[in-house]
């Protein structure tokens, strides 16, 4: 299947705040930097005029970056989200007209072959550092020498997904929900992705279309156990706004079906994806909730802001995701600012996951330990809602269990007695509990 076969069906203008219609009988040719929206035919036809103003707002950085890597890019075709799409850096000679790329990076480019391809978006690479191969953001998304190695307890499928799907595309692994992967295309690929065996391997093993879509739907009608869907991929919001209206149309037609979740990046990798049109296609089908996979404060900027504000104001509920990973996110303080930009886009931030054991991603796993600091470090620290669970999703289809610093110390008789996140210890009057009763009051708890 051609990886691009479940993207866009049909042209629609871009994102913009308000959509404005221009009153006059012709449209004229807009200049290069004007306010009026062109749109472009998804397979590279000519370019039509949209009677639409441009509203979305564009950062000091990324303006640079068009400016100076697509001079004859207009405002309107940059926040064009098909435009962004076809415009990914996908090959060396493409990545290497924009960066300073190391030998490492120039040899695992030129060596891949399969899945997980080069694939990120212009929007994306311009807020990558040009020169400096350990850059957190960039480190995320060029691949690296490392992705080849294959470490002890690595898998290409490490969470056991293919064993628990019961038809292809639907894995079934907790009593009432399940996970519906709805395409093997993303935008940008992460390098430490968690399904790099089946994403964007056009005519690879992995097979992803609207006839499967159709048994997965069958099975979840079938199956009146299950009230929860999380739609995934891929990236399910790589899908025309069509595909994916009448998606969440046929589930929300199951009755049993209480709500359904989308787990996407794009927000992130492509805001632009967030136009006026597709949140009034989200508004017909809720309860509906959203898991926006964030790494770095770096991704904070007004174009993301952009984007979370429209979906929020759609009434969506977000949560946020974010893989630990060595040399990104791994210290307090990047998280701490991560999780506090987080809640000011009014996104709350739910889990930390630590890192997949997928194939050739020992680079990025960090030790246990450090999840647990940097949990330690945010409890106490700065408000409960920054603060996200720490889990790990278990090897082998075991699910996700959550670790948590060990506040406990002990037992003092009839009372549990625990420290708090300044190190102080308090007694708390439990005389019929058995929780601390192995360990010594005052001695140091075992960590995980």
């Known amino acids: 299947m051609k990886e691009d076969a479940l993207v866009v069906a049909k042209t629609e203008p871009s994102s913009t705040t308000t959509a404005v219609p221009v009153r006059q009988k012709s449209t004229p040719k807009p200049e290069p930097g004007s306010n009026v929206l062109p749109f472009f035919d998804p397979l590279g036809g000519a370019a039509k005029t949209s009677r639409y103003y441009h509203r979305f707002p564009l950062s000091p950085r ?225 309860p509906l909730w959203m898991s926006l996979h964030f790494l770095h404060p770096g991704e904070l900027t007004p174009e993301v802001t952009e984007a979370c504000d429209r979906l929020a104001d759609a009434g969506v509920p977000l949560g946020s995701q974010t893989v630990l990973l060595k040399g990104v996110n791994d210290s307090v303080a990047t998280m701490k600012a991560l999780m506090h930009g987080l809640l000011m886009r009014r996104v709350k931030p739910y889990y930390i996951f630590q890192c997949d054991p997928i194939t050739g991603s020992a680079h990025f796993r960090t030790p246990i330990e450090k999840g647990l600091e940097i949990v330690e470090g945010l409890r106490g620290h700065t408000t409960g809602y920054a603060v996200p669970h720490y889990v790990i999703d278990l090897p082998g289809g075991g699910g996700k269990v959550t670790l948590a610093p060990d506040y406990v110390q002990g037992r003092d008789g009839d009372f549990l007695v625990l420290r708090n996140f300044e190190g102080g210890t308090y007694r708390y009057p439990d005389p019929d509990g058995r929780v601390g009763a192995a360990l010594k009051a005052g001695a140091a708890p075992a960590r995980v």
Request: glycine share 6%; with cysteine.
């Open 62 to 286: 990324t303006n640079a970056f068009r400016k100076r890597f697509y001079p004859d890019a207009t405002l309107a075709e940059w926040n064009d989200w098909r435009w962004q799409a076809r415009a990914r850096f996908k090959s060396l000679a493409d990545l290497d007209r924009v960066l300073k790329l190391s030998e490492e990076e120039r040899a695992a480019i030129g060596r891949h072959t399969g899945a997980l391809p080069l694939g990120i978006t212009p929007y994306y690479t311009s807020l990558l550092d040009e020169t400096d191969p350990t850059d957190a953001l960039r480190k995320t998304v060029v691949p690296v020498e490392g992705e080849y190695l294959r470490s002890p307890g690595e898998a290409d499928d490490p969470l056991g997904e293919d064993h628990d799907a019961k038809v292809p595309g639907l894995v079934h692994r907790y009593p009432d929900r399940v996970l519906f992967l709805t395409t093997g295309f993303c935008s940008t690929y992460c390098r430490y992705c968690t399904r790099s065996r089946m994403v964007g391997n056009a005519g690879g093993e992995y097979h992803f279309s609207v006839p499967q879509w159709e048994k997965a739907l069958d099975y979840i009608e079938a199956t009146p156990t299950i009230r929860d869907v999380l739609l995934s991929g891929g990236d399910p919001l790589t899908l025309a706004d069509e595909k994916l209206d009448y998606l969440l149309g046929r589930l929300r037609r199951i009755k049993h079906v209480e709500f359904v979740r989308i787990g996407t990046k794009q927000p992130v990798v492509l805001p632009q994806r967030i136009t006026p049109a597709f949140t009034r296609m989200l508004k017909k089908h809720h």
